[in-house]
């Protein structure tokens, strides 16, 4: 394709616009905002990348992440190559063009660098361990991390009323996910995929926590209605408590959400959490739970 010619220094503006647009993009996908987030950014998030709360982008959002720079860049260089090398070469040619280059180009590498830990972070491990977790197989769109670290803290009131925390089930493999009763699509549909997996783990069955997403309708005294409608027995137990207490540890544990204060709904991730009888967090999984039970026998 024949370039179109454009006047000296067009083509690298261009291209240091499409790199700013790019950060940006970047930056209100990606930037860690907690509980606290302002709505505006949890709704453009979820509008723009399919990002819940302080979750990472869907399969959509990380398509426009990476797909539009590249469209934008491949456009630049059919129209503008040549004008895009004299450019470039004219910066090189002169000490504070280098320092240009040599500035965006740390950027870029910091910026890269902070998303990698950003999604490490919002899975709960570090890179090497996602890295490995990919070769490793789960359920179909099932995503497995395998970790070795302490369970964050979890102390809230369960359906009966009593102050619960993880050490009353220490001495068994315990399963923790995150659910609310409001919910009428995954949630349900969650537990009760829990509740049939994790039978495969062995004769003894692993105990269920199940905390509420929305603290502020799943309040303590109905919590024996929602237990008894998730079909929960034995030492399930779900749990609510304070909205602050609830907020606090759902950031603890990593669960992206957006609550829509109009409606009370509450956009969410599903990830399950797998503990070993320590106590020690060892699996986070997302998208499937077949694996569940297999997984609870290892520990």
């Keep these: ?51 819940m709360g302080d979750a990472l982008p869907n399969a959509g959002g990380w398509v426009l992440l990476i797909g539009e ?3 934008m860049l491949a456009v630049l260089v059919s129209v503008w190559g040549d004008a895009l090398a004299r450019d470039l070469a004219a910066l090189r040619a002169r000490r504070w063009g280098r320092a240009v280059l040599v500035a965006t180009a740390l950027v870029l590498v910091a910026g890269s660098a902070g998303a990698a830990g950003r999604v490490a972070e919002a899975r709960g491990v570090s890179p090497g361990a996602i890295a490995r977790a990919a070769g490793e ?6 995503f497995e991390v395998r970790l070795d670290r302490p369970a964050p803290p ?17 001495g068994r493999p ?26 495969a783990g062995g004769e003894r069955v692993a105990p269920l926590v ?14 024996p209605a929602i237990a008894e409608g998730w079909g929960l027995a034995g030492d ?27 409606t009370g709904e509450v956009g969410h991730a599903a990830p399950v959490m797998l503990l070993d009888r320590a106590g020690r967090w060892r699996y986070r999984i997302e998208g499937g739970v077949e ?8 520990l």
């Design 210 to 223: 199940i905390v509420t997403l929305d603290p502020w309708r799943d309040v303590p005294s109905r919590l």
């Design 236 to 262: 399930d137990v779900v749990l609510s408590g304070r909205v602050e207490d609830v907020e606090r540890l759902l950031d603890a544990w990593g669960v992206g959400r957006a609550r829509d204060a109009r």
């Design 1 to 51: 394709m024949r370039t179109v010619r454009a006047r000296g220094g067009v083509a690298a503006a261009t291209l240091g616009g499409i790199l700013a647009i790019t950060v940006g993009w970047w930056a209100l996908a990606l930037w860690p905002g907690g509980s606290e987030a302002p709505e505006w950014l949890l709704r453009t998030r979820l509008a723009c990348f399919g990002a």
């Design 291 to 298: 694996r569940v039970g297999t997984l609870l026998s290892q």
């Design 174 to 199: 315990v399963i923790v996910t995150f659910a609310y009763a409001h919910c009428q699509t995954v949630c349900p549909t969650l537990v009760e995929s829990i509740r049939k997996a994790r039978g």
């Design 137 to 142: 197989g789960g359920g179909a769109g099932a």
């Design 69 to 71: 720079p590249l469209g």
């Design 154 to 170: 979890l102390s809230l009131v369960d359906q009966r009323g009593a102050p619960f925390t993880l050490e009353r089930l220490r």
